[in-house]
T-cell receptor, first 112, second 109 residues
Framework: NAGVTQTPKFQVLKTGQSMTLQCAQD?????MYWYRQDPGMGLRLIYY???????DKGEVPNGYNVSRLNKREFSLRLESAAPSQTSVYFC???????????FGSGTRLTVV | DAKTTQPTSMDCAEGRAANLPCNHS???????VYWYRQIHSQGPQYIIH???NNETNEMASLIITEDRKSSTLILPHATLRDTAVYYC??????????FGQGTILTVHP
């Protein structure tokens, strides 16, 4: 089915390790987003990419970097993981029109 | 992005209509009202959006007041599977969306 695919679905990291969360969409959407959701909380925007070749900081960008590899793919990198980055990470995409976002199923990251 | 205010939680009996309110008094003229829901720990699911007029789709109806300061999402015949967190957001057609805490809707048998 068409949609947003995130990998991996689960990951455990040790403090200080690095990793990249992958996101790909096959809907030819221009915009892509990375959110994090802590337990019992709403989603907070980390970074977004309004179009291929552009990225901008969201509400909580510290400790993260992103790459818009091409129109389909938008990756999120943790250079030196910290326990405070334990969260569920959601990727989303949208077209530049009023219709809503399509979200992936999430990556559950635990940093110990 | 417009700031929205929603009740923390609501209950609804199965088969009855669920009416979820949202206040967005600071919404600007070019911002849409969006509704999403999140079932358990899945990714949020888009439900509906509107600008000025009331909207209806296969999932729900959206009623926006004339002054656009508030709206109501209506699930006409709630089922147990509609138990979820419902988010009301304000945003433009091109910008990012900011999620708040949402309303936890519990549908009871």
């Amino acid at each position: 089915n068409a949609g947003v695919t995130q990998t991996p679905k689960f990951q455990v990291l040790k403090t200080g390790q690095s990793m990249t969360l992958q996101c790909a969409q096959d809907m030819n959407h221009n915009s892509m987003y990375w959110y994090r959701q802590d337990p019992g909380m709403g989603l907070r925007l980390i970074y977004y990419s309004a179009s291929e070749g552009t990225t901008d900081k969201g509400e909580v960008p510290n400790g993260y970097n992103v790459s818009r590899l091409n129109k389909r793919e938008f990756s999120l990198r943790l250079e030196s993981a910290a326990p405070s980055q334990t969260s569920v990470y959601f990727c989303a995409s949208s077209e530049v029109r009023p219709d809503g976002y399509t979200f992936g199923s999430g990556t559950r990251l635990t940093v110990v | 992005d417009a700031k929205t205010t929603q009740p923390t939680s609501m209950d609804c009996a199965e088969g009855r209509a669920a009416n979820l309110p949202c206040n967005h008094s600071t919404i600007s003229g070019n911002e849409y009202v969006y509704w999403y829901r999140q079932i358990h720990s899945q990714g949020p699911q888009y439900i509906i959006h509107g600008l000025k007029n009331n909207e209806t789709n296969e999932m729900a109806s959206l009623i926006i007041t004339e002054d656009r300061k508030s709206s109501t999402l209506i699930l006409p015949h709630a089922t147990l599977r509609d138990t979820a967190v419902y988010y009301c957001l304000g945003g433009t057609s091109y910008g990012k969306l900011t999620f708040g805490q949402g309303t936890i809707l519990t549908v009871h048998p």
